[in-house]
């Protein structure tokens, strides 16, 4: 590691950040009602109906971004396309307020259209205000995950409980409110249009290169993330029913956010002050994610509290994982990509991650079969993907 020096945080960055925790706020308290909503609300659907709109919803969202990601890069500028998205995803959370399945089809497609809009552009133009400071944009975007971490657990909490117990017209009403603030603190970003002097002094091979890296990594460690958590949520709700435990089972429901959060903090203070190639940090995240999956292989399929521990750790392996790598595999597309299109990049980065979420979750069944034989499995493709990490870090010493 290198001390970092004459880098600051850009102060455009924080109002980003501010940004992204309303509407996530926002985006996972409404998501957390609209199944609910569906279901035991005046829709009353039925549990698979309610079920397969919002299979329909979390898939045509991850479309939504590459086409709001084309307009904000080439048609109307990133700022715009924020904006823009921020107001639709507010009409969409007050249509839903509508009873009916009209209002319910409405406000789902002004969510996704906004959702599209808003994100990819948004991380976009926050990774841009670094590419003065690049030694922090690995902080920087670790900074960012732990803002949507917050916003993802205290939306889940509280719209969640606030939509249950008063009413769900307050609940989405509450979700439009944080998505209307969410646009404030985008009026007052100004991202400069020089950053591609940056992009210019750098390679094109070597761009080429690490992007493919890049989303190859992060599409594997999501596959991987999918394979496990199915096996955790299996393990969860086994530990839930011991009342030996003595743990509340709200501690249970928000159990990664319990490390993710301050481990998230750990990383932004110390990768703020000190730099290590990102492609390191990448490896390390696949040797955290190995160790996660050892730890499930000890747990036997029908485990005993003294198992506990061990699902503990694995968790905490997890998500140090985890911090290795999202945050800092979007710090290398806004260092290596041309920041004209570089919503686009992020965008299509969603594509092949949601397409193995998908595989994953139809074949879902082989995972039950033999849980411990699949974390063994996703053990020794963890270890195989640090070992070609390492392996391609050494060939680019070699050559430097």
């Not at 985006?27 to 659907?45: K, Q, S």
């Not at 003065?132 to 909490?157: Q, R, S, W």
């Amino acid at each position: 590691m290198k001390k970092i020096l004459n880098q600051s945080h850009p102060k455009e960055a924080f109002l980003f950040a501010i940004s992204r925790f309303l509407e996530r706020t926002s985006f996972y308290g409404l998501r957390a009602l609209i199944i609910l909503y569906m279901v035991t609300g005046i829709l009353n659907m039925e549990n698979s109906e309610a079920l397969s709109i919002y299979g329909w919803f979390t898939t045509i969202l991850v479309f939504s971004k590459v086409l709001g990601a084309i307009i904000g890069d080439l048609l109307i500028g990133n700022k715009k396309a924020i904006v823009i998205g921020g107001i639709a995803q507010t009409m969409g959370a007050i249509s839903l307020c509508i009873p009916t399945t009209s209002g319910l089809y409405v406000g789902l497609f002004l969510v996704v259209l906004g959702g599209g809009l808003y994100s990819p552009n948004l991380i976009s133009n926050y990774g841009k205000t670094y590419l003065k400071a690049p030694k922090l944009l690995d902080a920087g975007f670790t900074l960012f995950y732990l803002v949507i971490n917050l916003g993802a657990f205290i939306g889940i909490v509280s719209l969640g409980y606030i939509g249950e117990e008063y009413g769900w017209n307050i609940g989405f009403l509450l979700a439009a409110l944080l998505m209307l603030l969410s646009i404030i603190p985008i009026l007052f970003t100004r991202v400069e249009n020089n950053n591609i002097l940056t992009y210019n002094k750098i390679k094109i091979k070597k761009r080429i290169v690490n992007i493919s890296i890049g989303l190859g990594l992060v599409s594997l460690f999501w596959a991987f993330y999918e394979i496990e958590f199915i096996r955790s949520s299996d393990l969860k709700s086994v530990f839930i029913d011991m009342d030996t435990l003595n743990i509340p089972k709200s501690l249970w429901t928000s159990i990664e956010s319990i490390f993710v959060l301050p481990l998230s903090i750990i990383a932004v203070i110390l990768w703020t002050f000190f730099y290590s190639n990102q492609f390191y940090k990448l490896v390390m995240g696949f040797i955290f994610g190995a160790l996660s999956f050892g730890m499930l292989i000890f747990i036997p399929e029908i485990p005993t509290k003294y198992h506990i521990s061990l699902f503990f750790a694995s968790i905490f392996f997890l998500n140090i994982s985890e911090i290795h790598i999202a945050p800092v595999v979007n710090s290398i597309f806004t260092q290596y990509a041309n920041p004209k299109y570089l919503a686009i990049l992020i965008s299509l980065a969603f594509l092949p991650t949601r397409l193995f979420s998908v595989i994953v979750f139809n074949n879902v069944n082989l995972f039950y079969e033999n849980p411990v034989f699949t974390m063994k499995i996703g053990f020794v493709l963890m270890i195989i993907t640090s070992t070609g990490l390492i392996a391609f870090l050494n060939w680019k010493n070699k050559n430097h």
